[in-house]
């Protein structure tokens, strides 16, 4: 009957033993994930200030190519 116990546990061991190599993959894929989300969330941060950075610029721009047409559509009419 020992043996038979002994086998049972030996057998129990090896499948915990089996689990746990299941679980320190899945917190290593994990880990890694987490590496991966981290990188992106500062990619999208840096990519979020770019598109408002170039919001401004377009902006300005537009405002100085209006600026310029009224500018000269005046010298225009005072030329005419």
Same mark, same amino acid.
């Given at each position: 009957?020992? !043996?038979? +116990?002994n086998m049972n546990?030996g057998?129990?061991l090896? =499948?915990?033993r089996g689990? &746990? /190599? $299941?679980v320190? /993959?899945t $917190?290593?894929? *994990?880990?890694k &994930? *987490?590496?991966?989300?981290?990188r *992106? +969330?500062k990619d999208?941060? +840096?990519l979020?200030? +770019?598109v &408002?950075?170039t919001?401004? !610029?377009?902006? #300005?721009?537009? $405002?100085l190519?209006? #600026?310029y =047409?009224r500018r000269?559509?005046?010298l225009?009419s005072?030329?005419k």
């Open positions: 009957m020992e !043996a038979t +116990d546990i057998e129990l090896d =499948e915990i689990q &746990n /190599k $299941v320190l /993959k $917190v290593r894929e *994990m880990s &994930n *987490m590496s991966r989300l981290t *992106m +969330d999208i941060k +840096d979020r200030l +770019d &408002n950075i919001k401004i !610029a377009i902006t #300005d721009i537009t $405002v190519q209006r #600026d =047409e000269i559509t005046r225009e005072t030329y």
